[in-house]
């Protein structure tokens, strides 16, 4: 099983992206999904989260601005993005709990790079 991110990008203060996650393999279901994000010299961290009981959490910076939701039919995780700030540049990572055999997995993305200038 895998996952791939996409849809970052450069963008300037003010605007938006869309970053979208897609689970690929042999999945029987997903139970978490969520997106962290990385910048130079500090510590990966939660953006947002959809929990196996459909709980969702917000990094309280991103609240407001950012809006997480999943497709379960096509085994996909989206993070839309407003109003970017300079300090929401990092690399962004897909994180999921992939049920599949013979055992469920903890699985990454590579990560796709937002950078917003000012």
């Known amino acids: 099983v895998q996952l791939e991110e996409s849809g970052g990008g450069l963008v300037q203060a003010g605007g938006s992206l869309t970053l979208s996650c897609a689970a690929s393999g042999s999945i029987y279901s997903i139970r978490y999904m969520g997106w962290y994000r990385q910048a130079p010299g500090k510590q990966r961290e939660l953006v947002a989260e959809?929990?196996?009981?459909?709980?969702?959490n917000y990094e309280d910076s991103v609240k407001g601005r950012f809006t997480i939701s999943r497709d379960n039919s096509k085994n996909m995780l989206y993070l839309q993005m407003n109003n970017l700030k300079p300090e929401d540049t990092a690399v962004y990572y897909c994180?999921?709990?992939?049920?599949?055999?013979?055992?469920?997995?903890?699985?990454w993305g590579h990560g796709t790079q937002v950078t917003v200038s000012s």
């Open positions: 994180n999921a709990e992939i049920v599949t055999v013979p055992r469920p997995v903890d699985t």
């Open positions: 959809i929990t196996s009981y459909g709980t969702i």
